[in-house]
Each structure stands twice: as C-alpha cells, then as structure tokens.
C-alpha cells in the first residue's frame, strides 16, 4: 500500500482512473490517503505516544442495471517511522493508547438495489445515524467502524422517513486483529430510527436500539456481552431564525446475556446561535447512572462528545454531566505573507466541564481547539488540539492529558 500510494502522488491518476472516464458512472475506481501524526501526553504514563500512521483506502463501486449497485473498499494502515504508541495490539504497553492498529481490511462490501422512495443494502456498509451519538463509524480513527448487515431505508412521505436495520457483526476500529480488544463483536442487533417534520421548523427523531453481543471466550464480559443493551429515546430540533435548540432523551437497561442489572437515563439540551460565520453553542449532556452503571453508547462516534481528549469513552460508574460552551467559524480568506491567502479555512474552540451526575464529585475541565484547511478540491489539512485537567479530587480515577494531532489528507479522483 506504501509503494502504491507512492505512485498516486507523483502522476499515476490518470492511468489509474481512466476506467472510470471509459465506463462512466457504470465503474469507478476512488482513493483516499490520510497521514496523521497523533501525540499522547499522559500524566502518569511511563512514556509520552507518537503514533505516525498513513490509513490508505481503494474504493471500487459499480452500477451494473438501473436502481442495482455495489461497492468494495479496501483500507490499509501503517506505522511511518518508530511505533510509539499503544495500538492495543502491538504490545508497546509502556505507552499511552492510541487505537489505530496496522493491518489490511475490508472495510466495506455491499450490494444495494433503490427504487423510487425505497433503498436496501445488504452486505458490509456504513450505518451512519443523525450526530453518532448513539450509531456511527467512528470515521475519526484510521480503521473505520463497519456493519455487517442489512438497511432499509423508505421516505414514507414527505415528512416522514424510517431507517431499520439488522447487524449480525460489527467492524470495531479495534481490527483487523483482536488485540486487548476484540476486533468484531458478532451478535443479533437491531436499529430503528425516523424522521418526522411536523412543521418547516421541527424535526422529530424517535430512536429504538437493541444491542445484543455474544460472549467471546478471549473477553471478559465488560469488553462484549456487557454492552447488550435496550434503548429507546427521541431527539428533536428547533430552528427560529438564527437560534436552533435541540433536546434529546433515552433510556436504557440491560439486554440478553449481559450481567448487569440497570436501567439509566440520557438526556441532551442545546442551544446554537449563530453571528454572521461565527456559531456559539451552549451544551449539556447527562449520562445517567444505576446501580453503578452508566449509560451507554460503544456504537458512537465518541470522539465527537465529552472532549477530544478521550477521556470519557466509558461511562463513569456514577455517572457524568457535561456542560460546554463552543464556537466555531469559518474564515473565506486570511491574507498571509507567504502567499497570496488562504480559502476554506474552518476552526472551532470548545470549553468544557465534567461532573458526576450522581453525587457532587467533579471530575475535571478540558480545552479543544481545531482548525481545518481544505487547500483544494484534493488536499486538505488539520491540526487539534486538547486538554484534560482533572479536578484534585478525581485524579486518582483521571489524570491530566495533552494531546495533538496534525493530519494530511488526499484524495483521487
């Protein structure tokens, strides 16, 4: 994959994509290389991570009748320079984690059919759902998270849609490999998720999820069965003018073989307003808690919630509020000396504090910072940034981290 992402970047294009000129939209031939260099800065850890990896990725899709299509894509990650870093499966225990092991997977391999307001997919795919807070792929790490299943999706009218879904094994960003954690977790899950517009102004998002993983004899129940859960909730929007208000609600409790005995609440409230290009969010999100459980949510995206820092991927036991005040922008043109300026710039700065939401225990404060370039249609870079203090109180369950990462992204066609 090195050796072929080599000859992409100096001039193989127009070889490599002809077939798609030649079949038009009945073949296309797609690839996308992401080199990120991540650094971990743990206060207790033996030793500070770099993980410099390139994640390089083939998509192959055709559409060979009208309505039928499909796709292959191949992705490939590699350590570039010295391997310090925790991938979770290659022994460099003395470092801090960063979850993207090396290796070649299948990342997706679907056959869809569409028809009018109806599409159905079967095969390995993407299950992308509204923010990822509950289901997504987990996009931000080098090997993406995918599902093994079937989709169906119908626009039952024009203000209502149904999204439902049957997973028998799900792609963890863990593979290809099982390492401290499983690389797959197989099972019978079910997703159901609609879309209502009562009005031009609201949009109603009901949700049902249930999560049923089977046991592996290599894991411990916390790593599989223990995350089968039930839940059900409902999400919704409100947008008057420049104000959008969002609120969101579940409940959840313990599904087949798990060996918990819970049942915890989620709640969200939101209010984004927006001045010219800058947007400012004000934020709280509760993860509940019962009988020593928090709620919660392995099939998210969970990068994109409580802090880029990661350290609340697990639910504390009691429980965890998050209250958190962002803004984000975007710049059309900045002048600089070393070029005429700069188009496409984005950034966005978010503050954070974390509290148990059981009890008055504190646990911390974080600072995240992102600014993104997409210099072209091809290229495009991002650098972030975040910081994790915890509170004197919690620094024996957390400690303070530092962490960065600076990425290079290209794309053909």
């Known amino acids: 994959m090195l050796i072929l992402t080599l000859l992409v970047c100096n001039g193989l294009p127009g070889a490599l994509f002809a077939a798609e000129s030649r079949a038009g939209d009945a073949l296309s031939l797609a690839a996308d290389f992401r080199y990120r260099a991540e650094s971990v800065d743990l206060a207790d850890a033996a030793e500070d991570a770099l993980a410099s990896t390139l994640r390089s990725r083939l998509t192959l899709a055709g559409k060979p009748a009208t309505g039928l299509s499909w796709v292959v894509e191949v992705d490939d990650v590699r350590v570039v320079g010295a391997e310090r870093y925790n991938s979770t499966g290659n022994g460099q225990t003395q470092y801090p984690v960063v979850a993207d092991p090396e290796g070649t997977d299948l990342n997706r391999a679907a056959l869809a059919w569409e028809h009018t307001d109806v599409s159905l997919r079967a095969g390995r795919q993407r299950i992308v759902h509204g923010s990822e807070r509950f289901v997504g792929g987990v996009a931000w790490r080098q090997n993406e998270q995918t599902y093994d299943g079937l989709r169906g999706q119908w626009q039952l009218s024009d203000t209502t849609s149904l999204d439902v879904s049957y ?76 104000l959008t208000v969002r609120g969101a609600y579940a409940r959840q409790w313990d599904h087949a073989d798990s060996t918990l005995n819970y049942a915890a609440n989620y709640s969200l409230a939101q209010g984004v307003y927006s001045f010219g290009t800058v947007q400012v969010e004000i934020t709280r999100e509760v993860l509940g808690s019962d009988r020593n459980t928090g709620f919660r949510t392995p099939l998210a995206t ?43 710039l984005t950034w966005r700065v978010v503050g954070h504090r974390f509290a148990a939401e059981r009890g008055s225990a504190g646990y911390g404060h974080e ?47």
């Not at 919630?305 to 984000?328: H, K, M, R, Y």
């Not at 043109?333 to 700069?342: E, K, N, P, W, Y």
């Not at 940034?385 to 109180?393: E, I, P, Q, V, W």
């Not at 369950?397 to 290079?408: E, F, G, N, S, T």
């Open 167 to 242: 997973v028998a094994s799900v792609r963890r960003i863990f593979g290809p490999d099982d390492g401290a954690q499983p690389a797959s977790w197989d099972g019978d899950s079910l997703f159901l998720r609609a879309v209502w517009h009562p009005t031009d102004d609201i949009e109603l998002r009901p949700f049902a999820y249930r999560l049923d993983v089977n046991a592996d004899a290599d894991f411990a129940p916390p790593v599989t069965v223990d995350n089968s859960t039930d839940t059900v909730g409902i999400e919704a929007d409100w947008s008057v003018g420049p």
């Open 367 to 413: 600072f995240d910072i992102d600014v993104s370039w997409q210099m072209n249609e091809r290229l495009s870079f991002q650098f972030r940034f975040a910081a994790f203090d915890a509170n004197s109180a919690a620094a024996r369950q957390y400690q303070d981290v530092r962490k960065a990462w600076l990425i290079a992204r290209f794309v053909l066609p």
């Open 302 to 344: 969970l990068h994109k919630f409580q802090g880029w820092a990661d350290v609340f991927l697990n639910t504390p036991e009691d429980g965890i509020e998050d209250i958190s005040l962002a803004f984000q922008g975007g710049v059309e043109d900045i002048s600089l000396a070393f070029q005429g300026g700069v188009e496409n």
